[in-house]
């Protein structure tokens, strides 16, 4: 962990795919979500991620819950300011007193500044908030501290040098080695003493549902890997991830993460095992369209687009040749709400026609998407059948 002397599981649970409750799915389930927690810390887990805006704030209150008992003890708990949300000092204060409450705690382990870019960075010195960093550490609210990060590799380095971390999440998975942080971030910042925990192991699930062509060429390597599997280990093989977050909304998928954890160890992975992952990324990227990791942070959406589903469809529609198939996509596409009357407010299920181009989305999203022009694409390939080589060349 850096330059901490913690012994961290090499599985963290991330507090942001929690089970969902069954009438309003941006919301989590407080008594399954809990039995969840308490039985990933059971199997070892534990380092726990959340952050204020997780399941529209019912994630930290969640862990607070879950946390009683004695399981607070056995777990390190990180938590995140608000960036987006923060305009003047003082909200530092307001949020991190709110964070503790909600979390029945009286410190943090690890306080994060939540998605960290360019333009928060600013944000960051011109409200002098590393000194109410060190300002919380010497009243004991936090213990230590830390930042997670989408924008590119300079920014990257540059928050990196300007304050004295330890820790830095970072987006990574076997597809994202080139883009944010990329390959060289998370070793710079493992180079300076820096815990490199990761999320998005799975680039939002998308790597656990791989398309037939990629499932075939796990199948030939003949080592019975799932997909998951061969995700998390290329993460854990590297010696400079400290932390692989998971989110895991059920106990079976904490169960196979649990038991793919035990079976991990740096420099484990060989060249064949390397080979088959290469081609795993090739394949993905002919059909990834638009990067969306189905994170939530643009949700609700004030018309009711359920903007992550509509760039799923999108990237399922890409590269599928059967006809089959993409009938059964565009039919998935017509399932949503075409109209106002069609809505369901507290389960946003608008398909992308709904889309006004307000614009509010697009500060939130950690991977810069121009949702409004992208749903319009999505919109005249999964509606009008539109042709992807016009819109994607
Ligand atoms: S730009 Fe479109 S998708 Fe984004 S918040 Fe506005 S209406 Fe919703
Ligand atoms: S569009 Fe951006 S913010 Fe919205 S779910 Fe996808 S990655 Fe997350």
Not at 297 to 317: R, S, T, W
Request: overall charge neutral.
């Amino acid at each position: 962990m850096g330059s901490l002397d913690w012994e961290v599981s090499a599985l963290g649970l991330g507090c942001m795919r929690l089970p969902q409750r069954r009438l309003n799915r941006l919301r989590a389930d407080t008594d399954a979500s809990i039995q969840l927690i308490r039985h990933a810390i059971d199997l070892g887990v534990n380092y726990l991620d959340t952050a204020w805006l997780y399941h529209l704030g019912d994630s930290e209150k969640i862990l607070g819950q879950a946390l009683g008992d004695g399981y607070r003890e056995r777990v390190r708990v990180a938590t995140k300011l608000p960036m987006f949300l923060v305009r003047k000092t003082e909200d530092f204060d307001k949020y991190l007193d709110a964070q503790l409450e909600r979390l029945q705690t009286d410190h943090v382990d690890v306080y994060l500044f939540h998605a960290m870019n360019g333009g928060q960075f600013e944000k960051v010195k011109r409200l002098g908030l590393v000194e109410k960093l060190d300002e919380a550490k010497s009243k004991g609210l936090i213990r230590h501290t830390g930042f997670s990060f989408h924008d590119t590799l300079p920014i990257f380095k540059g928050i990196v040098d300007y304050y004295d971390w330890d820790v830095a999440q970072i987006q990574y998975n076997y597809m994202d080695t080139g883009i944010q942080a990329t390959t060289e971030g998370l070793t710079y910042a493992h180079s300076k003493g820096i815990a490199v925990v990761v999320m998005e192991p799975l680039k939002g699930g998308r790597l656990a549902n791989p398309p037939a062509e990629a499932l075939d060429i796990m199948r030939a390597s003949g080592n019975g890997r799932t997909p998951v599997d061969w995700a998390l280990q290329f993460l854990w093989n590297r010696p400079a991830v400290a932390v692989v977050l998971s989110g895991m909304g059920t106990q079976q998928m904490v169960d196979q993460n649990c038991a793919s954890a035990d079976r991990s160890g740096i420099n484990s992975l060989g060249d064949e095992d390397m080979r088959v992952i290469a081609q795993l990324t090739e394949v993905y990227r002919k059909r990834e369209l638009v990067p969306c990791t189905a994170c939530e942070y643009c949700m609700p959406c004030p018309e009711g687009v359920d903007i992550p589903g509509c760039f799923a469809i999108l990237n399922n529609a890409s590269g599928e040749q059967r006809r089959w198939s993409r009938w059964q996509i565009i039919r998935r596409y017509r399932r949503l709400a075409g109209s106002r009357e069609k809505l369901d407010r507290e389960n946003p299920n608008g398909n992308a026609a709904m889309c006004v181009q307000c614009g509010k989305c697009l500060p939130k999203c950690p991977q810069q998407i121009d949702i409004p022009n992208e749903l319009a694409k999505a919109h005249a390939i999964l509606a009008h059948r539109g042709k992807i080589q016009d819109y994607y060349g």
